[in-house]
């Protein structure tokens, strides 16, 4: 089984990690966990254990469309440090820090959900791109 992980915040564009779970609830995938986490930190690596696959889904703030989403490998998040979280110890640092204590699952991945430049404000979600992405990853 899958374990998908949406990463947030309660405040603005955070939600996005959020409100992707919610969508795909609604998809009914097989085989697949969904949780919502808000600003894990390294209690991140608490969900890790034990799974061979973990897909993680976050904000990130690229120079993609807002609402757009893009798919990255475990070995990309290093160029992310910083992109993906507005709060403390954010994916990309937990993943580099799980990947120093040889604590990452065999395959992980985060779907990163382009923020847009206003923080403060929602994009609206390409929902269809999402599913697409989740059900490649299955």
Do not use: N
Request: with cysteine; hydrophobic share 45%.
């Amino acid at each position: 089984m899958i374990r998908v992980i949406g990463v947030g915040s309660p405040f603005g564009a955070d939600r996005l990690g959020w409100l992707a779970i919610d969508y795909l609830e609604s998809r009914s995938l097989p085989d697949c966990e969904l949780i919502k986490l808000d600003r894990p930190g390294p209690a991140l690596l608490d969900y890790f254990r034990g799974k061979a696959q973990v897909v993680l889904i976050d904000a990130v703030r690229l120079a993609d469309s807002p609402g757009g989403v893009a798919l990255f490998q475990a070995a990309e998040l290093e160029r992310l440090k910083g992109l993906t979280s507005s709060h403390g110890l954010g994916v990309a640092e937990a993943v580099g820090l799980a990947a120093q204590l040889g604590e990452l699952p065999e395959r992980l991945c985060l779907i990163g959900i382009q923020a847009g430049e206003d923080l403060s404000q929602i994009p609206p979600l390409d929902a269809p791109a999402l599913e697409t992405l989740v059900r490649r990853l299955l």
